[in-house]
């Protein structure tokens, strides 16, 4: 590497993020928003963390809900993250004016988006602020997925969020190299290097 940064006003340098739509409902009011901070946090029990700047009308429905819900989308599909990433539920009844379809959770009162490959439903459990944005901790009490769309459960055709409005996908670009390839490779350096 040929570059170095002390700091950084914003940095991407992590990216590729899949892309999940955070979708919320209170009383008459559901809203959606893009987020690419996000990950898995535990198994057992199921916990998933989504950071959210507190500028967001979606915190203030979570705050009230308790509940979120997270819709992984398809490549194809990217445009709606572009829709509910770059506007606010503050201006505008999005699901209207972008005709989002959605059921209602199985579990709780959140949207499934119709349009998903795959949804969890998150009931919060925990919230932390760090730095400019909050953390929330939801534990998952439904997973819907499309099984015509995970093969084997793995996708790879999830939209992925490289920075800077760009999207990207990794289509076809599919290896394995686990347990059983890495002890195949220990055993043929046995016989050269010292390990
Ligand atoms: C691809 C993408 C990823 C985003 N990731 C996040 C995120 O992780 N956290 C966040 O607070 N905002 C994120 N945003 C910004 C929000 O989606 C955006 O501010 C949205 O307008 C908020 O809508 P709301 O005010 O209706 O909640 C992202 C936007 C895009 C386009």
Redesign the pocket.
Known sequence: MDKFLESAEKYYFHYPFP?TIVGTLYEDKS?F??????TQLSFDPPLYAV???PK???KELIDKSGAFSLNFLKFDDYKL??F???????DHRKEEIFDIQYDIGTKLNVPVLKIAVGCYECKVVDKRPFGD?ILYVGEIVGIHYDSNYYKDGISTDMLL?IGNDMYTHAEGALVKFGKQEVQEVLKELKGKKEI
């Open positions: 892309v809203n928003m893009a987020a690419a901070w996000h950071s959210i700047s967001r009308y979606s993250a572009g509910v990433g770059r506007t606010s539920g503050r944005h969020y």
